[in-house]
């Protein structure tokens, strides 16, 4: 009896993804949920400030030698508009996932094919805000350089508040694609962990 | 015998890890090394012509009333320098990710750790790519329609091979950020297969 339960055992515990499993916890047990909730709390703030600075630029100047007012605006410019509406949409989406990062931390921990999705959708958010802030600081090199070959003058030395706030903006883009990269990799991250 | 075989036959099957196992070849068998080594080849194409594409934009018109030739390139203007180089790295990045591609096909499937670190540069690169795009786009877009609030005048009524030449690699790079996006996409399933 002793002899044929010892093989059965043996068998049992024969397959190989016992011990690839076992490996799981001795892996650094970071709480990668957390560091998602904070990148994507961060992700916000950078995208709604970048969308209020742009917003807010609009300055009126009084131009000589003919005295006449005026006014740069960022809806002047398409790429500015595209920035803005770029921004946005990752801001709404920052609010989405943060949603949905506090409900993975109090209720249970997502799916497999969620974090699939989610890596989907930060991935294109992140091309979404790079190519925004592209667009944005080539036009804002233009203002603050201006193009001698084509004649296009610089408009930075009359309206400093605008330019500034359109590089401060734009700073705040460049921060939001970072951040969205480094979701992109921390999901990947979680789905890698579980095969560990 | 018989009876006490069977509850052991029963508990060698119970552990969890067997099922989840088990459903890995019902799984669609497609082999996404292939299509990796697609998309990469794809991605080479789209950026060695991007590239080659705006580089050989250069054109010359004599300009009236005065009649005084001028010339339009790329190195004119710093966002499309930005885009050569940030195009010319992905194309180097994808003549190496080609290569290994077909290293992994011919020898050996790559590991985990690997497939982390292709995501994060596939990622990094359709970053890259995207805000090219979009810094081409945007001074394209100057160059066909002008910006009448601040006095830059369109080009492109003067330069028609020119524009022609940057609207078709600013497309080219568009399609290289898509095909990015679709590699990030492809290495993180190939990581998710994994644990299914």
Same mark, same amino acid.
Do not use: A, H, K
């Given at each position: 009896m002793a002899s044929t339960e010892q093989p059965v055992d043996e068998s049992s515990k024969a397959p190989v993804p016992e011990p690839k499993l076992a490996r799981? +916890?001795?892996? +650094? +047990?970071?709480?990668l949920l957390w560091g998602d909730l904070a990148l994507r709390l961060l992700l916000f703030a950078s995208t709604l400030t970048g969308v209020v600075v742009m917003v807010t630029s609009k300055q009126t100047e009084l131009l000589f030698p003919f005295p006449v007012t005026k006014t740069a605006k960022f809806n002047y410019s398409p790429a500015f508009i595209y920035f803005v509406v770029a921004l946005s949409v990752a801001c709404l989406y920052s609010i989405l996932t943060i949603t949905a990062s506090i409900f993975f931390i109090l209720k249970s921990s997502p799916s497999n094919k969620l974090l699939l999705l989610v890596v989907s959708v930060d991935a294109l958010m992140a091309g979404l805000v790079a190519s925004a802030t592209g667009a944005s600081a080539s036009v804002a090199y233009i203002g603050l350089k201006g193009n001698s070959h084509v004649g296009w003058i610089k408009v930075c030395n009359i309206y400093h508040k605008f330019c500034r706030h359109i590089a401060s903006s734009t700073a705040l883009a460049l921060v939001a694609s970072i951040i969205l990269l480094w979701l992109v990799l921390l999901s990947t991250f979680s789905i890698y962990r579980r095969i560990r």
């Open positions: 799981g +916890p001795s892996f +650094p +047990p970071i709480n």
